[in-house]
């Protein structure tokens, strides 16, 4: 069996359903220990949601470098914890117990993402073997909190780098990014994501008499469907246009003869480097001043957008999936959050790269065994493109 495969089996047996890490970092940390990394535990968040973090670092040798040059440090970032399993009689084998069947690998986390942290770690050993005082530093960021709050995992290892005047050069995040064979898609970048929680205050009273009410739905209705129209941007030539989604509305007692006092609207933007949250925000409260609504806001950035434009890693990650798959990739933003956007804040260069995702989150998650081996050796052959570099 092929080490790649081992180790995610390994760390598919784990039950690591976010906050826990079920020893997963301590399965690849010993890994690492044995090829020279200096490995670092943090434990973060509050007693009843103990997240676990690990952040290790081999650090590149400076007499590969040119005179004068420091080593630059490339992170392979990720997540060991996972979503829970969903109802377990609706899988065709336990979710936590690696099985295989037609080719495919099933098992939740095959996909999201513990194949990657195997593809990470014995990418790293290959890498080692054959470069054993390599140009380019290399570290590992983990953590058990990507899949829950994200308050206490990938955020407070970046804090902590920050407060040593660590600034890693280059990261790439295990997501699964892949649509049909692993490194046809790759993403250099994501979408911004900002909720808010609008409640727009009307006078309660008897839906017989409403000359005595102010029924706040009514009063909103207009200002919803301007919302609804507005072209927030345009995009750009790496993002489509920022849009604009409401996922709650809710009024009322419950009473059918009741104008409600108040309505409460939950929505979200997903935004793009043309927009900031200050100018969306400035922009939906001038239409509900417009309105001349009275009206309660609050907002919550869950992330901003982040960007890395064409050089050193998205060549060197291109260059890797063409020699090592034949296929020219596609470079997108988007998706969802990944913690890739708290990593964007301390490090100039971000990109995801994982196997397919056709089945992340779902009942039956699984890896093709043949996307395994091919993922490997890409980020090997990535390390290799950047050492060269970094060498040249």
Not at 1 to 25: F, Y
Not at 63 to 88: E, I, N, Q, R, W
Not at 97 to 116: E, I, N, Q, W
Not at 318 to 333: F, N, P, V, W
């Amino acid at each position: 069996m092929p080490s790649t495969l081992r180790l995610a089996e390994q760390l598919i047996s784990s039950a690591s359903v976010t906050p826990l890490d079920g020893g997963c970092q301590d399965i690849i940390a010993t890994r690492l220990k044995a090829i020279g990394f200096e490995c670092e535990s943090v434990v973060s968040g509050p007693e009843d949601f103990r997240v676990t973090n690990l952040w290790a670092k081999r650090p590149g040798s400076a007499a590969a470098l040119p005179v004068g040059s420091v080593p630059k440090t490339l992170v392979f970032a990720g997540h060991t914890d996972v979503v829970p399993t969903g109802p377990l009689d609706q899988w065709d084998s336990a979710p936590f117990v690696p099985t295989h069947r037609d080719g495919k690998l099933f098992g939740r986390g095959t996909s999201d993402m513990k194949t990657s942290l195997a593809a990470f770690v014995v990418a790293v050993e290959e890498f080692i073997a054959k470069n054993p005082s390599p140009a380019m530093s290399i570290g590992f960021m983990l953590t058990s909190d990507e899949e829950g709050p994200a308050n206490d995992g990938t955020v407070v290892l970046c804090k902590i780098l920050t407060d040593r005047g660590e600034q890693p050069d280059y990261c790439i995040v295990g997501e699964p990014t892949s649509v049909e064979r692993t490194g046809d898609m790759i993403k250099n970048g994501r979408r911004g994501t900002m909720s808010g929680k609008l409640t727009v205050k009307g006078v309660q009273g008897h839906i017989a008499y409403p000359h005595m009410a102010k029924n706040p739905i009514h009063l909103l209705a207009p200002a919803l469907v301007e919302l609804t129209t507005v072209e927030w941007d345009r995009g750009n030539d790496f993002f489509p246009p920022t849009t604009w989604q409401v996922s709650n509305i809710h009024g009322g007692t419950g009473a059918s003869n009741v104008i409600p006092g108040t309505v409460v609207v939950d929505f979200n933007f997903r935004f793009s480097t043309e927009s900031s949250p200050e100018s969306l925000q400035k922009r939906l409260q001038d239409i509900l001043d417009h309105h001349a609504l009275e009206y309660s806001l609050s907002w919550t950035v869950g992330g901003l957008p982040f960007l890395t434009t064409p050089g050193p890693l998205v060549n060197a990650v291109r260059a890797a999936i063409k020699d090592e798959t034949g296929i020219d990739t596609q470079l997108s933003t988007t998706g969802g959050t990944s913690d890739g956007r708290f990593i964007a804040q301390i490090c100039p260069q971000v990109i995801e790269l994982g196997p397919p995702n056709a089945t992340i989150h779902k009942i039956n998650e699984y890896v093709e065994v043949r996307d395994i081996e091919p993922l490997k050796n890409i980020y090997r052959r990535v390390l290799e493109n950047l050492n060269t570099q970094a060498g040249a």
